[in-house]
C-alpha cells in the first residue's frame, strides 16, 4: 500500500529549511508538524495523524506563544479529532473533543481576532 508519505516528508523538511521569517521558532514547529499531520490525514495515515495531533495539542496547551494563534490552532487541533473520533463511532471521546473545542472557541472570540479568523471561529 502506497501513501507517497515520503513526498510529505520532504516538503516538510523544506518548510524547515526555508521557514517564513515572520513565526518564531516554537510557533514554526507548531505550524510544521499541523501540516505534516494534515498531509498525513490526506495520504490516509490517520492514526499517526492523531498521535501526532495529540500530541501538539499537550504541547500547545502548556506552552506560552501568543494567545491568538495558541486558540485558533488548538480549534483547528480539536476538529480534526472530532473528525477520527465520530468516524471511528468513539461517541465519548468527540464528546471530550467536542467540550474542548468549544472551550477553546469561546477563549478566542474574546481576544481581538481578524475578518477571516472571526469567520473560522463562527463555523464552530
Known amino acids: 500500500f502506497y501513501t507517497g508519505w515520503n513526498d510529505s516528508e520532504k516538503e516538510s523538511i523544506l518548510k524547515i529549511r526555508y521557514p517564513e521569517s515572520t ?3 516554537e510557533e514554526r514547529y507548531f505550524r510544521i508538524n499541523f501540516d505534516k499531520a494534515l498531509k498525513m490525514i490526506e495520504n490516509g495515515l490517520r492514526t499517526e495523524a492523531k498521535n ?4 501538539l495539542e499537550k504541547k500547545l496547551v502548556t506552552s506560552d ?18 473528525v477520527y473520533y465520530s468516524l471511528k463511532t468513539d461517541k465519548p471521546k468527540v464528546l471530550h473533543f467536542y467540550n474542548f473545542l468549544h472551550e477553546s472557541v469561546q477563549i ?3 481576544i481581538k481576532l481578524t475578518e477571516e479568523e472571526n469567520i473560522l471561529l463562527k463555523i464552530w
Do not use: F, P, Q, V
Open 23 to 25: 513565526y518564531n521558532d
Open 52 to 55: 501526532l495531533l495529540l500530541k
Open 65 to 82: 506563544i501568543d494567545k491568538k494563534y495558541k486558540y485558533l490552532t488548538l480549534s483547528h487541533i480539536y476538529e480534526r479529532l472530532i
Open 108 to 110: 478566542a472570540s474574546k
